[in-house]
């Protein structure tokens, strides 16, 4: 372990840690919205609707996680990143989700 000039914190030489900027920038890059699902639309449309919240129309069925896909690649092609960008943080199983978005 070493101190730095003004002994503020120590770091551990051999496991580098993230500084605080380094997590800033982290969780800058990171979005999470509220999604509401509705499964089994005639189109796929992703609209943001009051309060910050978003309205994902899906055409898959709520079946085998053929909506939450659908859900994933939807949201990636709005904010134009790739799929493995884009995660269900909670609520796989319901309408209402957090979607994670890594954003480069």
Same mark, same amino acid.
């Given at each position: ?43 796929? #449309? ?39 960008? #884009? ?18």
């Amino acid at each position: 372990m070493n101190a730095d000039l003004f002994g503020l914190y120590l770091v551990d030489v051999d496991r580098p840690s993230l500084t605080l900027l380094d997590r800033q920038i982290q969780r800058a890059s990171m979005k999470t919205i509220q999604v509401k699902v509705k499964p089994n639309a005639r189109v796929s #449309v992703l609209e943001e609707a009051d309060g910050g919240t978003w309205l994902a129309q899906l055409k898959s069925p709520p079946v085998d996680g053929k909506a939450n896909k659908e859900l994933i690649a939807l949201i990636a092609r709005h904010f134009g990143c790739p799929k493995s960008s #884009v995660s269900i943080k909670s609520g796989v199983s319901g309408r209402m989700k957090f979607v994670k978005i890594a954003l480069d």
